[in-house]
């Protein structure tokens, strides 16, 4: 009896220093809250995550969470102008129009993402996560945060400038 349990032993030991219990720990190393709770998303366009992987993040205005995948599809990189306008329902929208790159990039995407949610990140803040339903072809997109937060979406505006600024000066 002693010696079963001395082989049980040594062969626990011995596994333990196998590749086997490293797999194992790096599973448990790579949940979303673990790996990822402090990574900062630059301002962009994001795939939401269908099996919970990513970056957790709380949609604002909203209780609803998703997992963001974080490298972004579109970054401000790609954004060639932002401007105020009126939306579809008449009130103030952030209008985004992408450089050639970045059109390319959006139509690849909303064709790949029908029916999917893409997620809207302005300065790690999760704006909104839109159902993508049919490809965008154009280089254009709007956020529309609703008619009682035009305030917010002129912070944002402003937010968005600042980026851009910095991204043209590294060029």
């Given amino acids: 009896m002693k010696n079963a349990l001395l082989l049980l032993f040594i062969g626990c030991l011995l596994s333990s220093c196998s590749g086997f219990s490293n797999a194992s720990k790096h599973i448990e190393n790579t949940e979303p809250e673990y790996v990822i709770q402090d990574t900062f998303l630059i301002t962009g366009f994001y795939r939401i995550s269908n099996n919970n992987e990513g970056l957790k993040r ?4 909203d209780t609803a969470t998703y997992y963001v995948i974080p490298t972004p599809v579109i970054s401000v990189k790609h954004f060639k102008s932002i401007e105020m ?4 329902y008449g009130h103030k929208v952030l209008s985004l129009q992408f450089d050639k790159m970045g059109t390319d990039l959006w139509f690849a995407e909303t064709t790949e993402a029908q029916g999917k949610k893409i997620a809207v990140i302005v300065n790690d803040t999760l ?14 997109a ?3 945060l609703g008619p009682e937060n035009e305030i917010k ?11 851009m600024e910095k991204y043209a000066s590294r060029k």
Avoid at 58 to 61: N, S, W
Avoid at 156 to 163: G, L, W
């Fill in 127 to 140: 704006i909104s996560a839109p159902r993508v339903n049919e490809p965008i072809p154009v280089g254009r």
């Fill in 153 to 163: 979406l002129q912070q944002f505006k402003s937010d968005i400038e600042k980026e």
């Fill in 58 to 61: 709380t949609q604002l205005y």
């Fill in 142 to 144: 709007s956020l529309d």
């Fill in 85 to 88: 306008a009126k939306g579809y």
